[in-house]
């Protein structure tokens, strides 16, 4: 078990920025499985390094909290497992922290293997104990690495000791046909417009809302009237937190599992904003079907399957 904070493993990742991970993801993204290449896209866009990094370096957490206006649960070392629960690799989640944590006692000096060998070669172990194919792993297995960059190795293994869950039982071929998003949708028996589904998540029957043909993920959402802000406290109306529906406050970024083409295009208002958030890097193009959108801005025209991310915040405030 490693006992102290340092490790070699630990140390080679701290020097990897955000730059060199987005080049690293780029190469692996055709090597994952197809159901989990956008839920690798959504969950690096959920926890991205600057936010680690502010919270590291911070010797003020209130204030620098309040700086980067962070609201809802933004510590990631408090759910490390919850983070992958949309992730088909989540089955494997206990073996790939396992052979994480295996992977970083057994470094004893700086590796010759690059960021990305060392990740496929991770992943190639985790599929050979579990019998799969490596494409099932390596998603999960990059995001693990990344988790151990991010948080303390304590913190890690003492996730890696800890049972998980797994949420989702569907096959991989059941979950792609179901985010594929088909349109059309039904007619309400009265007043004749269109309903979709909004599926937010797929391990529970009842994890949807529904919202009518046009109207915005946001103001669908809080005609949903079940009980969600014992859960979080940002949601005040319906799963999908939002405070101003206008684009101006960043509460309501959702990522896009499946159904982009069903939603209405991003225009340039909402491309800046999530700029302006620091949601999407200053430097990266966001498509008009991006998989991270702002809830309050994107209209519904067919199914769509989304995760909302437990916190908010303006980490680039237009730097
Ligand atoms: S609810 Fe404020 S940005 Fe969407």
Redesign the pocket.
Known sequence: MIAVEQNVFHSFLTKHDEKQWAEVLGRLLSSIHPVDQIATKIWFSFWPLKLARELQESTDAVQTAKRLQLDGNYRLDEQVDSSVDYFLGSRFWGGVKKAILEHAESMTRAASAGLEEQIRGIAAKVARDKSVEDRFVLGITAVGVMIFQQVRIAAFAAAAQGSYQIKNHQSPEQLLKSRLGKEGGWRAMFGGKKKHRVTFDESRQEGSFQALEGQDL?MASSCDKRDFQSQDRRRIAGPVP????????????IGVLGGHENLSDAADFEKK?LHYFGYVPRDVAVGKHSHIR????SKCYGDVTIVIPPWNGVLDGGK
């Open positions: 946001s939002a405070e101003c529906r206008s684009g101006a406050c960043g509460y309501c970024w904003r702002l809830a309050c801005q």
